[in-house]
């Protein structure tokens, strides 16, 4: 079934949870998302309160997705450029489907979704994010439209001794 998708929803104690618990389980199932397991949601609250402070004071959007069940599942934060000559494009973050719904197409709604959300906005003309080399994910978003425009070799640390890359995506809408 096809997840549903709803851009700045009312954030309450349920949505909150919610996305700290599909943000530790990402984590966890060794998704890209900012951590390295073993991930606790102790971990995660810090980066989750963050991001909701900047959906607070109007510096991100939230897009989120639910399942049929009404559970969420997929999530991904649109901030905007502060500085004045990048106000023209935003940056998605922290996109992300539970590891029960991947494999269905989810990513790929998702990332329509922000599209879609993204091409909403005044003024804007591209989203670009980050994602972590030698995962894969370069390549999926490749296949959603983006294209790599920057990789920093072994910017990532994600254990001793062990580097990823950080490869910078663009999608120009």
Same mark, same amino acid.
């Given at each position: 079934?096809?997840?549903?998708?709803?851009?700045?929803?009312?954030?309450?104690?349920?949505?909150?949870?919610?996305?700290?618990?599909?943000?530790?389980?990402?984590?966890?199932?060794?998704?890209?998302?900012?951590?390295?397991?073993?991930?606790?949601?102790?971990?995660?609250?810090?980066?989750?309160?963050?991001?909701?402070?900047?959906?607070?004071? =109007?510096?991100? $959007?939230? #897009? &989120?997705?639910?399942? *049929?069940?009404?559970?969420? !599942?997929?999530?991904?934060?649109? %901030?905007?450029?502060?500085?004045?000559?990048?106000?023209?494009?935003?940056?998605?973050?922290?996109?992300?489907?539970?590891?029960?719904?991947?494999?269905? =197409?989810?990513? $790929?709604? #998702? &990332?329509?979704?922000? *599209?879609?959300?993204?091409? !909403?906005?005044?003024?804007?003309? %591209?989203?670009?994010?980050?994602?972590?080399?030698?995962?894969?994910?370069?390549?999926?978003?490749?296949?959603?439209?983006?294209?790599?425009?920057?990789?920093?070799?072994?910017?990532?640390?994600?254990?001793?001794?062990?580097?990823?890359?950080?490869?910078?995506?663009?999608?120009?809408?």
């Amino acid at each position: 079934m096809a997840l549903t998708f709803r851009l700045d929803p009312e954030i309450d104690d349920e949505v909150r949870d919610g996305v700290l618990a599909l943000w530790t389980e990402v984590s966890q199932a060794g998704g890209a998302v900012g951590f390295v397991p073993p991930v606790t949601p102790e971990d995660v609250r810090p980066d989750l309160d963050s991001a909701f402070a900047a959906l607070a004071a =109007g510096q991100r $959007r939230l #897009l &989120l997705g639910r399942d *049929e069940d009404g559970r969420i !599942a997929a999530t991904a934060f649109l %901030a905007y450029n502060t500085h004045r000559l990048m106000r023209h494009w935003i940056w998605a973050y922290t996109v992300m489907v539970h590891p029960d719904h991947q494999g269905k =197409g989810h990513g $790929r709604a #998702l &990332l329509a979704a922000v *599209e879609q959300a993204a091409r !909403a906005m005044p003024g804007i003309e %591209a989203i670009r994010l980050t994602c972590r080399g030698g995962t894969g994910a370069d390549t999926f978003y490749e296949r959603c439209g983006y294209k790599e425009v920057g990789r920093v070799p072994r910017a990532i640390r994600v254990g001793p001794g062990r580097t990823c890359d950080d490869v910078i995506m663009l999608l120009e809408l």
